[in-house]
């Protein structure tokens, strides 16, 4: 498993920059790691227990904590703390972002919920 050579949060544009040691780049959305957070809150205890989270486009990171030389645990401004983000979790996300990002969106048009669109 690659590990991580950099790791940038850019509060601005709510975004978090990784890159591996594999050459592998990645651009996180601070709204998509909140809401594929690994936590129990978000994925549930089992397979198919996944909650929907709903009104996270303006969410933001506070801070980054290092979990062991594995992992980080992200603290949103929303209070959500409790997802341990292993580098294979963050790498995972970023190699999927696109069809991750796909099914929110068609989770949220499901459940009758719009993503609210922010200035530019």
């Known amino acids: 498993m ?4 950099e790791l940038n949060l850019h509060r601005a544009s709510r975004v ?5 040691d594999d050459g592998a780049h990645f651009t996180l ?3 998509l790691l909140r809401v594929y957070s690994p936590s129990a809150e ?4 089992g397979p198919g227990q996944r ?7 303006e ?19 929303d209070e959500h703390n409790t997802g341990i983000y292993s580098w294979e ?3 995972n996300l970023g190699n999927n972002q696109e069809g991750l ?3 929110y969106l068609a989770e949220l048009e499901k459940a009758g919920q719009k993503r609210k669109v922010l200035p530019s």
């Open 101 to 103: 990002w796909s099914d």
């Open 42 to 45: 978000v994925m549930g205890h």
């Open 2 to 5: 690659p590990t991580p050579t």
């Open 29 to 31: 959305p601070v709204e």
């Open 51 to 57: 909650v929907l989270q709903l009104g996270k486009e």
């Open 89 to 91: 979790y963050l790498y």
């Open 59 to 77: 969410v933001g990171i506070d801070k980054i904590e290092p979990v062991g030389n594995y992992a980080v645990c992200l603290h949103f401004d």
């Open 16 to 20: 978090l920059e990784i890159s591996f």
